[in-house]
Structures are given as structure tokens and as C-alpha cells.
């Protein structure tokens, strides 16, 4: 079966009448079938999405995404089927309001055909840890999709959808994306709104699209962007549309992220795309952020203290799943948490729970904060002389299944070079840098806050140079 | 002193009954197994994280916010999203009226 056609492309042939929203549909829902046992799905949402499409055909919502069908990461509230964020604490939860992005696609007749699987709570960089089971790598069936929206990415370039959502709180979109060969773009702290969206660190959340083109991901993203009344982070957007070509930049190689530790043909194939960059006419020099190398340290503190107060919420009293035979509230909370909730989100609770207690929050929280005010200094420092900032979105290609899963702190290693973005607030690319030892590797671009539509512009020119 | 505090020990040394204490705060009812698991992993985590205290940060104040919104309000008005109570508690384990019932606090 021959790929999507562009996202713009679907919506304007159902608006022409060209082509059906209901046949759209089906055709998602049929992939979705035969590429099940990459297990990037957790659920469909086929009847809503039938009724959905047949209110699209009948005249319904012919806006700039009319008909095109999407899938959405398993932590977005969507109706027609669970929100279970990969958790068994979440299973049989019904939403009972969904996210501002999904009102927002839909009201454009964007239609979600199915939930996308995750790492539990999105706590992972392999969505290996997802109580649904692994999701595979569509390029290589023994390795890992990169987490933890690693079932959107997968669904992407599996053809199940044109788009999907992810989240991205230390590099959850753009390293799944680079795991498997899509676009995955995060974009500035508060530019989509979180509200109905599973929180997990709250100061670095942020929604993001995963498409297999940069065109796609700018028009979701003008789509979702923009300030939210039931989201008090959100900031105005800027259009993201009709992108322009990418003036001359000034483009700095982040010194540091191209250190030891990166595989050697990924340091290949970054170099390469420099190369290509340079031919383009743009002006590349080396850059220094000598913090980067805390900003892991930094986003392990923060992240888990943040989990923890987060996931404070998952009581036994206000969700599905609950111990029934509790003799009274206190045991009620401590079996229906220890019941529900899946290893990783236990060790991400303790930890955060250990930093913010009295006596270590000085040494741990706060400090991580100060050290965070460092690193959003050196990158203020960097943007007033370049435009943007460039390396590898992960130090390597996706590992091999099970290869990580007994070592939590080389599982949280592969984020090291995509964390930065989110502790500074801004925006952050990745985009296909081609093949290393025949895996999919990314390149990343970083840009200032709000600069998401020049970032955009230079990513689809460096798309066009890369292909 | 204080109901945690370890001031008078190694940081990042989690002991089998740090692991207990925490896992209380945290509400979390853990097996043997995990207790031995999670003061392995967690002592080495925080061990890898003591790599910020050696982080010169002279002069700076800590982040709280990114984008450098400030006192972000709304009029003080009901809205309708048009949901009743009805629909927001649909999934909660226990109702009776427009209220979560839970197990009894003492005893």
C-alpha cells in the first residue's frame, strides 16, 4: 500500500470531495489491523471514528484537517476509548473531558483512529516499560522504538496514521523519532496546551507531533498552538504555516555534544549533515555550554520530584482501579498504588519523594534548580551570536530489546543529549539524518523560545538536504 | 529533629530502612524484593546525580519558570464546559450523590 499523501494534501481532497473521510478511516484502521504485531497500539477508537468521518463526508468540520486521521499517545484524554497512559492503575479509565489539542484537531476534522502505546505514565526511553507490552522498531523487530512515545513514532512510519501525538518531558518525541526514521518535534515550553493530558513533569511537559515530514509537522502544530484558558502555562502562537525558506543562519555545533560516547558511525552521519549545512551557504561554528554535561543530573532530579507529586493523585479513590478489600482509607491508598502502579513509576515516586523530603531538598531540588537557571543562562548566552544549535538527538541507535531493562541509569543515559531543551524551555527537532549501521539516527536542531517557526523553516530545508 | 533526615549519614546511602520510610511517605506498600531492588538502584542514581554538587552556581537564584509568564489570571466567572458532576465522576470507583466515598479513616 502506497504511503499517506501530504497532511494539507488529504485535508483539501475531502474538503474538494475527492476523497472520503470514511474511507480514510477505514484505511488506518485496516493497517492498523495488519501491522498489529508491532504492537504500537493500544486501543482503536474505530466507533467514534466511523461516526466521526460519516459527520466529516455529510459536511462536518471541513477545516484544514478535514478527514485525515491520527493517532494519539495513550496519555491524551480522547473519547471512543481508555486513557490508560500504559498504566494498570489507568485501565478501564473512560475520559470524561478530552485534551484542548484533540478539541482543537478535531474542531479542523482531524479524526483519532486509535491510542498509542508508551512507556507507563511515559516514564521510559524504550516503551518497554509499558504494561501493555513492548512496542517493536519497525525498521528491526529486536530492537526498541525509543520511548517514550514510541508507539507513535512506530505508527508513523508503519503508514498506520499520517501523524501522531506525543509528549516530550526529557526527549520522549524527538528520540523515539530518531529511533525510527520520523520528524518529532517539541516545541516551546507552554506553545500547546497540556490540559487533559496525563502530567508527569509539569515544568517540562510539553505536546508535540511526530510526522514523517516537516510540512506535516508545522500544520499540526499551527493547529494546536496557542494559549489555553485550562492551561495558565500556554503562550501565543505564531503561524507555523507557509513556511518560507530558511534565511542564511549562523548555526552552532554544540561542542559538547559531540564528545566520547557517540557511536561512531552516528558521529559520521552528524558530521555529513554539518557538511551539508555548510554547503547550503549557512555559517556553522563550535559551541560551548559547559553545564550541558549536568543536565541529565539536573532532569533526574526534577523530573522524579515532580513524578512524584504528579502521580500523588493516583489514590485508589478517583480513578478505575481501586483495592477493594481495604480495611480502611490509608491501606486502601498504600494497595491501590502498590497494586497499580508499575516499577518504574515507583522508582521515579521514591526518588522524587527522597529529593524534596526535609533536610535533602536544599542539597537536591533546589540545587537542581539553580544549576537549570546555569544552563537556561548558557543557552541565552549562545542565541545572541547563532541562530541555532545543532548535534545528535541520541548518542546512538536504538538498542536492543531487554538490553537496558536492568540498569535504570543507562536506560536514562540516552536522554543525556535531549534533555537540555525541555529544562531551558525551547524548542527542539529531530529530523532524518539517514542511516548508521542501518538503524534510523536524527539529526536535532534547538532554536530560542518562540522561534518555532524559524526552526521549522531550517528543518525542512535540512530535511530537503539530508533525503 | 526532623521525621526524615539523614544529615548525620552519607547522602545518596539508602539503607534498607530509608527505602521502609520513604515508601511510606510515598504511600507505596513495597515487597522484600522491591525494597532490596529499589536501595540498589536508588543509591546509585542519587549517587550519579551528587555530580551536581560539584556545580559552581555563585550568584544564581533557582528556576521556577521558563517562559517568564507572570501572574497569569482569568475573570473570576463560572464557565460551562457543559459537563455535569455526573460525567466527571463516571470512573470513580465508589459515588453516592455527587461525592467520592471512601473507606473509613481510623480503624
Known sequence: MAGWLPIAEIAAGVRAGELKAADLVERALAVIEAKAEYNAIIA?????????????DAGDNQGRLAGVPFIAKDNF??????????SNILRGFDAPYQSTAIEKLEAEGAICVAKANLDAFAHGSSTENSDF?????????????GGSSGGSAAAV????????????TGGSIRLPASYCGAVGLKPTYGLVSRSGVVAMGSSLDCIGPLTKTVADAALVLDVMAGRDDLDSTTIEKDSYVDLGIAPKAKIGVIKEYMGEGLQPAVRTQIE????????AGHEIVEVSLPSLPAALAVYYILCPAEVSSNLSRYDGQR????????????ESYMKSRSTGFGKEAKRRIMIGTYVLSSGYYDAYYKKAQTVRTKIINEFAAAFEGIDFLIGPTA??????????????????????????????GVPSISVPAGLADGLPIGLQIMAPQR???ALLEIAKQTEGLLA | MCDFCYNHRQMADLTRDDILKLARLARLDLTDDEVAEYSTELTEILQYVELLQGVDVAGLEPTNQVTGLTNVTRADEVHDYGYTPADLLKGVPAVEGDQIKVKRMIG
Open chain 1, 44 to 56: 482503536t477508537t474505530a466507533d467514534r471514528a466511523r461516526e466521526r468521518a460519516a459527520a466529516v
Open chain 1, 77 to 86: 484524554l480522547v473519547f471512543g476509548a481508555d486513557t490508560t497512559a500504559a
Open chain 1, 133 to 145: 507490552g513492548t512496542t517493536f522498531n519497525p525498521v528491526d523487530k529486536t530492537r526498541v522504538p
Open chain 1, 157 to 168: 512510519m508503519l503508514e498506520l496514521a499520517p501523524f501522531a501525538l506525543g509528549t516530550d
Open chain 1, 272 to 279: 555529513a549533515a554539518i557538511e551539508r549545512l555548510k554547503a
Open chain 1, 319 to 330: 480513578y478505575a482501579h481501586t483495592y477493594k478489600d481495604a480495611k480502611n482509607l490509608d
Open chain 1, 395 to 424: 548518542p546512538g541507535t536504538a538498542f536492543k530489546i531487554g538490553e537496558n531493562v536492568a540498569d535504570p541509569l543507562q536506560m536514562y543515559l540516552v536522554d543525556i543529549l535531549t534533555v537540555a531543551a525541555n529544562l531551558a
Open chain 1, 451 to 453: 522561534a518555532d517557526r
